[in-house]
């Protein structure tokens, strides 16, 4: 005796199986005839150089999508800095203001100072 549960599977199995079964009888009469059009070889360099200038136009807009939306106005929290002196190191102070403040001034990903510099490899 076989559950509903196994049933409804053995069902779908079977149906999947019939399924790709035709699929693969049909691909073995999709050869061409004889004096039938075949296909051309692809041009390896021109379809990387297509997919590279799509790539391009897709990607070119998201380096430059402006990331504070309240950029240069007073409402702007990454207008605000702060910087931090190590004490008795003879360190640099080191600040937020080289992260923050290219956002601040309504600029992108690509003016960041470390993903520019990776953007910059992305085509676009």
């Given at each position: 005796m076989v559950s509903k549960k196994s049933g409804a599977g053995?069902?779908?199995?079977?149906?999947?199986?019939?399924?790709?079964?035709?699929?693969?009888?049909?691909?073995?009469?999709?050869?061409?005839?004889?004096?039938?059009?075949?296909?051309?070889?692809?041009?390896?360099?021109?379809?990387?150089?297509?997919?590279?200038?799509?790539?391009?136009?897709?990607?070119a807009p998201v380096k430059d999508l402006r990331l504070d939306?309240?950029?240069?106005?007073?409402?702007?929290?990454?207008?605000?800095?702060?910087?931090?002196?190590?004490?008795?190191?003879?360190?640099?102070?080191?600040?937020?203001?080289?992260?923050?403040?290219?956002?601040?001034?309504?600029?992108?990903?690509?003016?960041?100072?470390?993903?520019?510099?990776?953007?910059?490899?992305?085509?676009?």
């Amino acid at each position: 005796m076989v559950s509903k549960k196994s049933g409804a599977g053995l069902a779908a199995a079977l149906g999947a199986a019939m399924l790709l079964g035709g699929a693969g009888a049909g691909a073995a009469h999709a050869a061409p005839a004889e004096g039938g059009a075949a296909l051309a070889k692809t041009d390896v360099n021109q379809a990387l150089g297509g997919t590279t200038t799509g790539l391009g136009y897709a990607v070119a807009p998201v380096k430059d999508l402006r990331l504070d939306p309240w950029a240069n106005s007073s409402a702007d929290v990454l207008n605000n800095g702060a910087t931090v002196q190590p004490e008795n190191s003879g360190l640099p102070p080191v600040g937020t203001d080289l992260l923050t403040g290219p956002l601040s001034a309504g600029g992108g990903p690509r003016d960041l100072p470390l993903v520019g510099g990776l953007l910059g490899a992305l085509p676009g």
